[in-house]
């Protein structure tokens, strides 16, 4: 059930955001804008936070991709997206 990991890694990536701002951010929804739902989010500190992600992932962002990045749900999506082409074979 797709729906499931996806609510699985939403709530990981929810937890790592919070640990990046240093902040309760469960306020967060798939819907929620990732420029403005965060508070004290500037377009610095949200590249901040995807390369922190990018660490706490293991994955590398495409920095033409990131720039579409809207809210929490296209974040959830490109993540789980580059988990499973990492996992496909060469």
């Known amino acids: 059930m797709p729906e499931q990991q ?6 990981e990536i929810v937890r790592h955001i919070g640990e990046f701002v240093e902040s309760d951010v469960s306020y967060l929804t798939p819907d ?15 590249v901040e936070l995807l390369l922190y992600l990018e660490d706490c992932f293991n994955l590398e962002f495409d920095d033409s991709v990131v720039g579409r990045l809207e809210s929490m749900r296209d974040l959830v999506h490109y993540v789980r997206d580059l988990r499973n082409a990492q996992q496909q074979p060469a």
């Open 6 to 11: 996806d609510q699985e890694l939403f709530d």
């Open 32 to 46: 929620s804008h990732l420029a403005t739902s965060i508070e004290g989010m500037s377009s610095l500190k949200l």
